[in-house]
């Protein structure tokens, strides 16, 4: 039996209140306005937070947590530490 290897956080992404996860390279991006804009749906009450390679979703928090134990924080933002923003990743 494979065991699942340890989630790597892969992309910005936020959870809509019915649960949809839209995601981007960056939080509201073009790519992601783009996809909402598209599905006709809008981000009150979204949650802002990352997806890991497997499609689960991460609070802002919580992946950087993820984050931090692969060595994935490139960069040393004014914002601090202990929240993800895709500044830090590339």
């Keep these: ?14 959870k809509l209140k019915l649960g ?10 073009m ?4 996809n909402l804009r598209q599905l006709r749906l809008t981000v009150k009450d979204s949650v ?6 497997f499609g689960d979703f991460y ?13 994935q924080i490139l960069r040393d933002l004014s914002c601090g530490k202990g929240v993800l923003y895709s500044e830090h990743l590339y």
Excluded: K, S, Y
């Design 20 to 29: 949809l996860i839209v995601c981007g390279p960056r939080h509201f991006d």
């Design 1 to 14: 039996m494979n065991e699942r290897p340890a989630p790597r956080i892969v992309c910005a992404a936020v």
């Design 48 to 53: 802002q937070g990352f997806v890991d390679q």
């Design 59 to 71: 609070t802002r928090e919580a992946a950087w947590e993820i984050a931090e134990r692969n060595g």
């Design 31 to 34: 790519t992601m306005r783009d």
